[in-house]
């Protein structure tokens, strides 16, 4: 999924809150097992890459940055490899740097 309805655009954007302190959007929509969802199918921070940055290139899981798993900031969202993600996995909070991009417009 790279393209959301007008609809589901505006539904996407109706469920997430931006944190002043880490510039992370926070996903404030349904969570199954402490992930973020949406329309019960799919990980918003899925949607959130493919929107912005283009789909997830096979064989690739998307890494936050920001050590945040309810963060939806493309910015903020890595494609990389699985074990790269594992060793990631124990690091501390991790500053992220440069601009965050602007939430599309309704």
């Given amino acids: 999924m790279?393209?959301?309805?007008?609809r589901e655009e505006t539904q996407f954007l109706d469920r997430i809150r931006q944190d002043p302190s880490s510039d992370c959007w926070?996903?404030?929509?349904?969570?199954?097992?402490?992930?973020?969802?949406f329309q019960g199918c799919s990980?918003?921070?899925?949607?959130?890459?493919?929107v912005f940055k283009g789909p997830i290139p096979r064989g690739l899981v998307i890494d936050h940055l920001c050590c945040q798993k309810m963060c939806v900031n493309p910015s903020h969202l890595e494609?990389?490899?699985h074990g790269e993600n594992s060793r990631r996995g124990n690091r501390p909070h991790l500053p992220v740097n440069g601009d965050t991009p602007k939430q599309p417009s309704r």
Avoid: D, E, M
């Fill in 79 to 81: 494609a990389v490899t």
């Fill in 26 to 37: 926070l996903w404030c929509g349904a969570k199954a097992k402490g992930y973020p969802f």
């Fill in 43 to 50: 990980k918003a921070y899925h949607i959130s890459y493919q």
């Fill in 2 to 6: 790279s393209r959301l309805t007008y």
